[in-house]
């Protein structure tokens, strides 16, 4: 692994900070402090906290994008193990930024112009094509991204209410096993929509 730089402490810094505050309730003095470093120097990487607040949102998006497309990427996996490998990816990725959804869900809509400026489309459509790629022939265009959209909207929502699945049953743990049946269950969703056979687990 690298030496972390200073500018990757106020990206990090800058993660956390937003994910828990959002992009209003965030100053570039709090960023400063949270990574250790002056404000001069902070306003030399990002003249302002926009230009912090796109760089933060585009790297957290990237890693997500990135690591299932690559999944769907692999040539020596058949779809049934792409599609057990994204679902476990994409579980992992959120239990390590359990904010996100919510945070991601907010930003979107108080900034329509948000996801262009990041250029999410075209990461989106490169997704997509690999999805598309892994997936039958004989489906129709939609189909992907219906394929796709199932994998995020299915797997997202527990995340984004944790709190109450923790007041439902009363703690990480059972929570936790929760979160396992719900993997399963979007696996079979997805293969079952993909045309694949379901076992019965």
């Known amino acids: 692994m690298g ?25 570039m003095q709090m960023v400063a402090d949270e990574a250790g470093v002056n404000k001069g120097l902070l306003h030399y990487y990002y003249k302002s906290k926009e230009k912090l ?16 497309k690559g999944v769907f990427d692999n040539p020596n996996d058949t779809l049934e193990e792409k ?8 579980f992992q990725f959120l239990s390590r930024n359990p904010r996100l959804p919510v945070f991601f869900i907010f930003e979107i809509n108080r900034d329509s112009d948000l996801l262009k400026r990041m250029g999410f489309g075209d990461k989106l459509k490169a997704l997509l094509g690999s999805a598309s790629n892994a997936l039958p022939d004989s489906k129709e265009p939609n189909f992907v991204f219906h394929f796709i959209l199932t994998l995020v909207s299915l797997s997202i929502f527990p995340f984004m209410v ?30 079952n929509m993909a045309g694949l056979p379901i076992e019965n687990k």
Do not use: C, W
Request: hydrophobic share 45%; net charge positive; no cysteine.
């Open 3 to 27: 030496k972390v730089t200073s500018k990757d402490k106020i990206i990090e810094s800058a993660r956390l900070l937003f994910m828990k505050q959002g992009l209003e309730g965030v100053r």
């Open 53 to 68: 607040f796109v760089a933060v949102f585009n790297k957290v998006v990237n890693e997500l994008l990135k690591s299932i």
């Open 83 to 90: 599609i057990d490998v994204a679902v476990d990816a994409y």
């Open 162 to 191: 944790k709190p109450l699945l923790l007041e439902m049953f009363g703690s990480e743990e059972k929570s936790d096993a929760f979160l396992e049946d719900r993997k399963s269950i979007v696996k079979s969703i997805l293969n």
